[in-house]
C-alpha cells in the first residue's frame, strides 16, 4: 500500500488544521494507522493510532484532548484532526499503516508502510 499525507502548513498557535492520509490499494480498511511527528533535531514520535474500524483510538499525552484520528474507510483515507495547536507541535507529520494487525498501536516498529510526510509549522 502507498500512503500520501497532506494538509500540513504554516499555522499560529491556537489554530487548527487537518492533515489527511490517502491510501492505495484494496487492503486499507484491515490495516491498523497512526499518525507519527518528527521534530527538527528531535527523534520521531508516536502521536496517535486507530485501530481498523476506528472503534479504538490512543493519543501521545502531550496532544491528548486537542487531537483527533478518524478514519474513513470507504475513502481509503485516515485524517488527524489537530486544534489548540502550539509551537511544540511543530514538526514533519507521517502517517503509518500495520499490515499485521487490526489493533492499534502506539509502537514505531509495528508499522510496515509509511507515507512521505507533512510539514506542521506552527508559530507564536
Known amino acids: 500500500v502507498q500512503l500520501q499525507a497532506s494538509g500540513g502548513g504554516l499555522v499560529q498557535a491556537g489554530d487548527s488544521l487537518r492533515l489527511s492520509c490517502a491510501a492505495s490499494g484494496r487492503t486499507f480498511s484491515s490495516y491498523a494507522m497512526g499518525w507519527f511527528r518528527q521534530a527538527p533535531g528531535k527523534e520521531r514520535e508516536f502521536v496517535a493510532a486507530i485501530n481498523w474500524r476506528g472503534g479504538t483510538t490512543y493519543y501521545a499525552d502531550s496532544v491528548k484532548g486537542r487531537f483527533t484520528i478518524s478514519r474513513d474507510n470507504a475513502k481509503n483515507t485516515m485524517y488527524l484532526q489537530m486544534r489548540s495547536l502550539k509551537p511544540e507541535d511543530t514538526a514533519v507529520y507521517y502517517c503509518?499503516?500495520?499490515?499485521?494487525?487490526?489493533?492499534?498501536?502506539?509502537?514505531?516498529?509495528?508499522?510496515?508502510?509509511w507515507g512521505q510526510g507533512t510539514l506542521v509549522t506552527v508559530s507564536s
Open positions: 503509518a499503516a500495520d499490515r499485521d494487525s487490526l489493533d492499534a498501536t502506539m509502537t514505531e516498529g509495528e508499522y510496515d508502510y
